[in-house]
């Protein structure tokens, strides 16, 4: 139909190299950040952004990094929950220690300390593979899960144990509403959605890639698998750093160690597992089912209670949530197990040679 | 020195615990190449089948004697874990065959939710008991040997004479019997032993069944000693590096990594943790287990790992 690459001729290597070379893909794009940063503002309630909008976006962030690690470098990690743990630590210590750093700036040092906890964690990755691997990185979530809640210098000695921010700015600008939170983590989230972007279609994602796919033949034509694993481990983990920055400075705003437990790796791998792995696009994907099912599975169960005259309990609910989430997943993997960004592609691929099947 | 000693014996009796747990993860994953996470939820959920049958059964059936309704509500407890084990591979795995370990992976973590989500609907959440007449008091052991003797729980000697008569048990039917035999087989080759007529999905039927079985047990003796509620799923948790240290492959792997880890997580805990203050128990498993691994990346006893072109 009007999806088509007919008619748009390359005429320079600069042409033919762009991030999207089909236009309609530029101008979707571009329609959809510009519809987020003007449109969705408009329309969205205030309910709506802190409940559905920021997590999404904070998560999408998070499960963007987790996919750079997973998907591109074929390395499972299940202490993503640590790393977003130490860039939020890292960022709060800085925002408390030093007197009127600015927000991007903290959040930027709790990303770079994550990324040097995740290097550190990666290191076994040289030389443990494969489901090993994946429990090894538990290690590295257990082991943060312990020192943000027994070391008391991390939490600036509050007798709590709870961290928390108050009175965001950015530039100048108050981050305190609803709509300041949501536009400001949508601009970090393009930032570093273009920026992970261009890594995976660089030469450096293309390493990844090859160790993903095969890492002894990599290392045989020349790929360096300590550079690629470690460069792949650090990324990562600086993203989802910054993430957990976010999560913590924007979306909570005063939080315990629990908020980065284990089940909050587990919830990033199923994003990017249900999202699909290896695809920028799936980590939106994924974050949007997995933020916004639970939400969904509250509303819904209690008015199909409803009609059939059932009350239906919070512990019932709270059942059937965990229920209905997990038939789903195993249903998705079975249906799909590339993801909902191959459904997309194999989508754009029948509008592409629509009417004909092939 | 006294002292070092009942800690050395309280980690071992910890280590056959985990180690129980552990061969859950290790059967199923030799089987069907499955990593299966949900084996804690299976423990959780076979636990409260037991409890509340235990409970139940008194108060319906009429029979007073604890000891047959224990008895009891393990068979009724085993067979719900058998159709928890043919539900699972008739609705999960059948469909999911030749898929990559990661997608699996997720899969149980999906069936983790769920059996958590059901046991908790059928059974309820609230913290039941399941007493099957362990005894509770300490016993005193080389009182000659040392002053004031080594102080050791009885209630653990006995769980690690069941964990001990069951890996037994599981080696024998392993070995000596026809379907122990094909389980090996499949285990082996998956495609050889299809080809030679060994159903694999019966096959798999039966190893989750076996691994449901092993959970029960799990789930009754941690069960009895914690109590039965939502936390015991997290003994998967505790597990996890028992599995990885002794390779992921291998049934005495699970049982000695189980006592390596229950022994340096004690040790580490009573001589190490007042220094760091205290808690370190399972992140220095995780660590520990680590260490292991970077000396030998396919576990203590695990196949080895020969990376094709």
């Given at each position: 139909?009007?999806?088509?690459?007919?008619?748009?001729?390359?005429?320079?290597?600069?042409?033919?190299?762009?991030?999207?070379?089909?236009?309609?893909?530029?101008?979707?794009?571009?329609?959809?950040?510009?519809?987020?940063?003007?449109?969705?503002?408009?329309?969205?309630?205030?309910?709506?952004?802190?409940?559905?909008?920021?997590?999404?976006?904070?998560?999408?962030?998070?499960?963007?990094?987790?996919?750079?690690?997973?998907?591109?470098?074929?390395?499972?990690?299940?202490?993503?929950?640590?790393?977003?743990?130490?860039?939020?630590?890292?960022?709060?210590?800085?925002?408390?220690?030093?007197?009127?750093?600015?927000?991007?700036?903290?959040?930027?040092?709790?990303?770079?300390?994550?990324?040097?906890?995740?290097?550190?964690?990666?290191?076994?990755?040289?030389?443990?593979?494969?489901?090993?691997?994946?429990?090894?990185?538990?290690?590295?979530?257990?082991?943060?899960?312990?020192?943000?809640?027994?070391?008391?210098?991390?939490?600036?000695?509050?007798?709590?144990?709870?961290?928390?921010?108050?009175?965001?700015?950015?530039?100048?600008?108050?981050?305190?509403?609803?709509?300041?939170?949501?536009?400001?983590?949508?601009?970090?989230?393009?930032?570093?959605?273009?920026?992970?972007?261009?890594?995976?279609?660089?030469?450096?994602?293309?390493?990844?890639?090859?160790?993903?796919?095969?890492?002894?033949?990599?290392?045989?034509?020349?790929?360096?698998?300590?550079?690629?694993?470690?460069?792949?481990?650090?990324?990562?983990?600086?993203?989802?750093?910054?993430?957990?920055?976010?999560?913590?400075?924007?979306?909570?705003?005063?939080?315990?160690?629990?908020?980065?437990?284990?089940?909050?790796?587990?919830?990033?791998?199923?994003?990017?597992?249900?999202?699909?792995?290896?695809?920028?696009?799936?980590?939106?994907?994924?974050?949007?089912?997995?933020?916004?099912?639970?939400?969904?599975?509250?509303?819904?169960?209690?008015?199909?209670?409803?009609?059939?005259?059932?009350?239906?309990?919070?512990?019932?609910?709270?059942?059937?949530?965990?229920?209905?989430?997990?038939?789903?997943?195993?249903?998705?993997?079975?249906?799909?197990?590339?993801?909902?960004?191959?459904?997309?592609?194999?989508?754009?691929?029948?509008?592409?040679?629509?009417?004909?099947?092939? | 020195?006294?002292?070092?000693?009942?800690?050395?014996?309280?980690?071992?009796?910890?280590?056959?615990l985990?180690?129980l747990v552990?061969?859950?993860?290790?059967?199923?994953?030799?089987?069907?190449?499955?990593?299966?996470?949900?084996?804690g939820?299976m423990v959780l959920f076979a636990a409260l089948a037991m409890a509340r049958f235990a409970e139940w059964i008194p108060a319906?059936?009429?029979i007073?004697s604890p000891v047959a309704a224990n008895l009891m509500a393990f068979v009724l407890a085993a067979?719900v874990m058998?159709?928890?084990?043919?539900?699972?591979?008739?609705?999960?795995?059948?469909?999911?065959?030749?898929?990559?370990?990661?997608?699996?992976?997720?899969?149980?973590?999906?069936?983790?939710?769920?059996?958590?989500?059901?046991g908790q609907?059928i059974f309820g959440s609230d913290i039941y008991k399941i007493d099957i007449g362990m005894p509770k008091?300490?016993?005193?052991?080389?009182?000659?040997?040392?002053?004031?003797?080594?102080?050791?729980?009885q209630e653990d000697?006995v769980a690690?004479?069941i964990a001990?008569?069951l890996?037994?048990?599981?080696?024998?039917?392993?070995?000596?019997?026809?379907?122990?035999?094909?389980?090996?087989?499949?285990?082996?080759?998956?495609?050889?032993?299809?080809?030679?007529?060994?159903?694999?999905?019966?096959?798999?039927?039966?190893?989750?069944?076996?691994?449901g079985i092993v959970a029960l047990v799990a789930g009754m003796i941690w069960g009895s000693k914690l109590g039965v509620q939502f936390s015991l799923s997290?003994v998967?948790?505790?597990?996890?590096?028992?599995?990885?240290?002794?390779?992921?492959?291998?049934?005495?792997?699970?049982?000695?990594?189980?006592?390596?880890?229950?022994?340096?997580?004690?040790?580490?805990?009573?001589?190490?943790?007042?220094?760091?203050?205290?808690?370190?128990?399972?992140?220095?498993?995780?660590?520990?287990?680590?260490?292991?691994?970077?000396?030998?990346?396919?576990?203590?006893?695990?196949?080895?790992?020969?990376?094709?072109?």
């Amino acid at each position: 139909m009007f999806y088509r690459e007919n008619g748009q001729f390359k005429t320079s290597y600069k042409a033919d190299q762009q991030i999207f070379p089909i236009a309609q893909d530029r101008w979707g794009v571009l329609l959809i950040v510009a519809f987020a940063f003007f449109a969705v503002p408009l329309l969205a309630d205030e309910y709506m952004m802190r409940a559905i909008l920021i997590p999404f976006l904070i998560l999408s962030l998070a499960a963007l990094g987790v996919n750079i690690l997973v998907g591109y470098c074929g390395q499972i990690s299940l202490g993503s929950g640590a790393f977003m743990a130490v860039g939020a630590y890292a960022a709060f210590n800085c925002w408390v220690r030093l007197e009127g750093i600015p927000l991007i700036a903290a959040l930027l040092v709790g990303g770079f300390f994550a990324t040097l906890v995740g290097i550190f964690f990666g290191i076994p990755s040289l030389r443990v593979k494969g489901l090993y691997l994946s429990v090894a990185t538990l290690a590295a979530q257990f082991f943060c899960d312990w020192a943000f809640l027994r070391i008391k210098w991390f939490t600036n000695d509050s007798a709590s144990g709870t961290a928390s921010v108050a009175n965001l700015t950015a530039f100048g600008f108050d981050v305190v509403t609803p709509l300041q939170k949501y536009i400001f983590c949508l601009s970090v989230l393009v930032v570093f959605g273009v920026l992970a972007k261009n890594l995976v279609r660089g030469a450096i994602g293309r390493e990844w890639m090859a160790i993903r796919d095969m890492d002894v033949a990599a290392a045989v034509i020349g790929i360096r698998p300590m550079y690629a694993k470690l460069s792949a481990f650090a990324v990562s983990s600086f993203i989802v750093g910054v993430a957990g920055a976010l999560w913590a400075f924007i979306y909570l705003g005063s939080w315990e160690p629990a908020a980065f437990s284990v089940d909050r790796s587990f919830q990033l791998l199923f994003m990017v597992i249900l999202g699909g792995m290896g695809s920028i696009m799936g980590s939106f994907f994924g974050a949007a089912f997995i933020v916004i099912l639970p939400i969904a599975i509250n509303i819904v169960l209690p008015v199909i209670g409803s009609w059939v005259g059932v009350e239906v309990s919070t512990a019932a609910l709270t059942h059937a949530e965990q229920i209905i989430f997990g038939a789903l997943i195993v249903w998705f993997l079975i249906v799909e197990p590339h993801g909902l960004a191959k459904l997309w592609s194999v989508g754009k691929q029948k509008m592409r040679v629509w009417p004909f099947p092939h | 020195m006294g002292f070092f000693l009942e800690t050395l014996i309280g980690g071992l009796m910890a280590g056959m615990l985990y180690s129980l747990v552990a061969l859950g993860f290790v059967l199923i994953y030799k089987a069907s190449g499955v990593f299966n996470f949900a084996q804690g939820a299976m423990v959780l959920f076979a636990a409260l089948a037991m409890a509340r049958f235990a409970e139940w059964i008194p108060a319906h059936a009429g029979i007073t004697s604890p000891v047959a309704a224990n008895l009891m509500a393990f068979v009724l407890a085993a067979a719900v874990m058998f159709i928890v084990a043919w539900v699972i591979e008739y609705l999960v795995l059948r469909h999911l065959v030749n898929q990559e370990g990661t997608t699996l992976l997720m899969a149980t973590l999906g069936i983790t939710y769920f059996l958590d989500g059901v046991g908790q609907s059928i059974f309820g959440s609230d913290i039941y008991k399941i007493d099957i007449g362990m005894p509770k008091e300490p016993l005193m052991a080389f009182e000659k040997a040392f002053d004031g003797g080594i102080l050791i729980n009885q209630e653990d000697l006995v769980a690690a004479a069941i964990a001990a008569v069951l890996v037994a048990g599981l080696s024998l039917f392993f070995q000596k019997t026809t379907t122990g035999r094909a389980l090996r087989a499949v285990a082996d080759d998956h495609q050889a032993a299809q080809s030679i007529g060994i159903p694999l999905n019966r096959i798999w039927v039966i190893v989750w069944c076996v691994a449901g079985i092993v959970a029960l047990v799990a789930g009754m003796i941690w069960g009895s000693k914690l109590g039965v509620q939502f936390s015991l799923s997290t003994v998967a948790l505790r597990a996890l590096p028992v599995v990885i240290l002794g390779g992921l492959t291998s049934v005495p792997g699970a049982i000695i990594g189980g006592l390596i880890i229950g022994v340096g997580e004690k040790l580490s805990e009573v001589f190490l943790g007042p220094y760091v203050g205290g808690g370190i128990e399972i992140w220095f498993a995780y660590v520990l287990a680590l260490g292991f691994l970077l000396v030998r990346p396919q576990g203590l006893f695990g196949e080895k790992i020969i990376d094709r072109v």
